[in-house]
């Protein structure tokens, strides 16, 4: 039983510091977002970085994954993000960025998001 309580202590402080990294009203959007009904070309993805960082697609990728209860249906998608070629970026974003620090807005290619169109019908149905 400590053992237990120990593994779960050390569970939620990792939890709890992951979070204190992303804004509160970030999570609370994100909280509030449906993957079935998200338009996949309008998912923006925000990466603060050093300078001298340079981001390429491939570097940062999105995980869509489904598993119905009785596993008749599992998907594990992953999305490699590209780096968005016309960044509108939101004031919101700038908060707290340092001067040697850069923010780059990421998108899933029109490939991709068609593929994750296909998957949110998918599931749609499945769970109809």
């Keep these: 039983m400590p053992l237990v309580k120990l593994l779960v202590f050390t569970l939620m402080s990792v939890l709890i510091s992951a979070c204190t990294s ?31 960082v340079v981001i390429n697609k491939g570097d940062v990728k999105m995980e869509l ?5 009785d596993d ?3 998907i594990a998608d992953i999305y490699l993000v590209e780096v968005s070629q016309n960044p509108v970026l939101s004031k ?16 899933l290619s029109s490939d991709d998001a ?14 109809a």
């Design 114 to 127: 068609q593929q994750m169109r296909n998957v949110q019908k998918l599931v749609s149905q499945h769970q």
């Design 72 to 74: 008749s249906l599992i």
């Design 22 to 52: 992303v804004p509160i009203y970030s999570m609370y959007k994100l909280a509030k977002l449906d993957p079935l009904t998200a338009n996949p070309e309008h998912i923006r993805i925000a990466i603060r970085t050093h300078e001298g």
């Design 65 to 69: 994954g489904y598993q119905a209860d």
């Design 92 to 107: 919101a974003l700038f908060a707290g960025l340092q001067q040697n620090e850069k923010i780059t807005l990421l998108n």
